[in-house]
């Protein structure tokens, strides 16, 4: 109850002051989507990183299904 009380009680009183707080409250920060949106553009040209295990065209599909959830997310 001391938890609830003393530390995440005032964090959410704070968290939806704005909606910049309120995502990064949850860990979705406020440039998750232009982020995302570079890779996938980055992607589309054929650009990405060495850690990516699967095709150039799965990857494409995963960022663009990052991306959408994102905006989803964002827009609720």
Do not use: C, H, T
Not at 20 to 32: A, H, N, P, T, V
Not at 39 to 44: F, G, P, S, V, Y
Not at 51 to 67: F, N, T
Request: proline content about 1%; hydrophobic content about 35%; glycine content about 6%.
């Amino acid at each position: 109850l001391d938890k609830w009380v003393y530390k995440w009680r005032p964090l959410m009183a704070e968290s939806v002051q704005s909606l910049e707080k309120w995502m990064d409250f949850w860990g979705r920060s406020s440039d998750k989507v232009e982020r995302i949106k570079k890779r996938l553009d980055l992607a589309k040209e054929g650009v990405i990183s060495d850690g990516v295990k699967q095709s150039l065209e799965e990857y494409i599909i995963q960022e663009e299904g990052r991306l959408q959830g994102a905006l989803n997310r964002r827009e609720a």
